[in-house]
């Protein structure tokens, strides 16, 4: 059966993340935006009340719930503001692969941090290999009781309030992608220098920057799983879970976008009706909610597959790659529906437009989404 209602608690869930949205996000969204500002406190308050740690294990600290959950109140922040959503998504990332891979002692040390709202960040790319993640340079050598590394990571968000780092290197390069390991990395471990942060398109309140590891000792304890070679793999576990989300922030962008487009479009009067009396106002206003709809349930769909304890890796990839054209497509009609004045910082729309860009680009692209759906298709 395939039901669509949400339950009582999602429904409280869901009005929790509205209510924040509405206090603590739309009201400074702009200012964080123009100003480069990033909303460390705000994400704490998000995550003292659990709308950032729902996927946390309850003996760890968090909601302890599904994907399903994730989903529904990753659309809310996205309608917040997706700068908002990227920089208090960097944690919970960098968490998977200690909460799919890790050992014992580090979900106790770490995921509890998790929960707590320490802000951590997932460092796989740099700055010669994005989607083709052989590519990356980065490696750890061990020695006696620790590993040493070495390498330099690229855009990774949050790097510059990150207590800890989830980074992928190599432990045996000729193995390829079965030679990678993941490491926990504290961020005030000698050796560690972080890049200026990016001046990006948008989503400016978002902190991107890069980190480079000079000869940083590691102990062996936090080898995540205590196992060499298994990084490759827990590295792209961690988009099973977090590509739903993320797709669900692309989804919350563009409603934003689209409630505000219906809004203006009833208030703004040309040849004596509002806009939204002209057809083709409607319509495209139309196009953008059946388009986010379709959005909102490949996520839900992704959520669900995994929430059943299946491998959700083609769903997932569907959701983000139809999420994020979807936001482009949408914010951009947005602004069109506003003429002029959407052209400009004095409404939203510009900035969930520019916002909206990136989630073609990170957590894989819209191009390598369609690769993972091809390769899907033909190994079924
Ligand atoms: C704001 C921001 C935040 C980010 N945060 C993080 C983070 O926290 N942690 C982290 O590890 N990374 C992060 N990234 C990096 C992001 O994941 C990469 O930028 C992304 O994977 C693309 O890699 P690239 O930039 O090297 O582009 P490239 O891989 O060089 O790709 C360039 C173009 O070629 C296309 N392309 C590449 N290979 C193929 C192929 N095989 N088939 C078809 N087309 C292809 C791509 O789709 C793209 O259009 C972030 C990036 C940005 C912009």
């Given at each position: 059966m395939v039901d669509f209602r949400l339950s009582e608690e999602q429904k409280m869930l869901q009005q929790l993340a509205r209510d924040f949205v509405d206090e603590e996000i739309i009201p400074n969204a702009s200012k964080w935006d123009l100003e480069s500002i990033y909303p460390l406190e705000a994400i704490k308050n998000a995550s003292d009340i659990g709308l950032l740690t729902v996927k946390i294990p309850e003996k760890y600290g968090?909601?302890?719930?599904?994907s399903i959950e994730d989903v529904i109140i990753s659309e809310e922040i996205g309608r917040g503001d997706p700068g908002f959503a990227t920089a208090a998504g960097s944690t919970i990332l960098a968490s998977y692969p200690i909460i799919t891979g890790g050992t014992e002692e580090q979900k106790e040390k770490y995921l509890s941090k998790t929960a707590n709202g320490v802000i951590a960040s997932y460092c796989v790319t740099e700055p010669n290999a994005g989607s083709d993640v052989?590519?990356?340079?980065t490696e750890a050598v061990r020695d006696g009781d620790e590993y040493i590394i070495n390498g330099s990571k690229m855009w990774i968000t949050g790097a510059g309030h990150a207590e800890w780092f989830f980074v992928l290197a190599y432990t045996?390069?000729?193995?390829?992608?079965?030679?990678m390991s993941g490491f926990i990395i504290d961020a005030?471990?000698?050796g560690i220098e972080l890049g200026k942060k990016e001046m990006n398109m948008?989503?400016?309140?978002s902190d991107t920057r890069s980190v480079t590891f000079t000869d940083v000792r590691v102990p062996i304890e936090n080898l995540i799983g205590g196992r060499e070679n298994d990084g490759w793999i827990n590295a792209m576990k961690a988009f099973d879970h977090s590509r739903p989300a993320i797709s669900s922030h692309a989804v919350g962008n563009a409603r934003g976008a689209m409630e505000e487009a219906l809004k203006y479009s009833k208030e703004r009067e040309t040849m004596g009706k509002p806009?939204?009396?002209h057809q083709s106002i409607s319509f495209m206003i139309a196009d953008m909610a059946t388009k986010i709809e379709a959005a909102r349930l490949l996520c839900w769909k992704a959520a669900s597959v995994l929430d059943n304890g299946n491998r959700n890796t083609l769903e997932a990839a569907h959701a983000k790659r139809f999420a994020a054209d979807t936001c482009m497509e949408v914010t951009t009609d947005a602004v069109q529906v506003f003429g002029?004045?959407?052209?400009?910082?004095?409404?939203p729309v510009a900035r969930r437009m520019r916002g909206a860009k990136v989630y073609q680009i990170f957590e894989g692209t819209s191009q390598i989404q369609r690769l993972i759906i091809s390769r899907e298709l033909s190994s079924k």
């Open positions: 968090g909601g302890g719930m599904g052989r590519g990356i340079k045996n390069k000729k193995a390829g992608y079965n030679g005030d471990s000698e948008g989503q400016r309140c806009i939204f009396n002029g004045y959407g052209y400009s910082e004095e409404y």
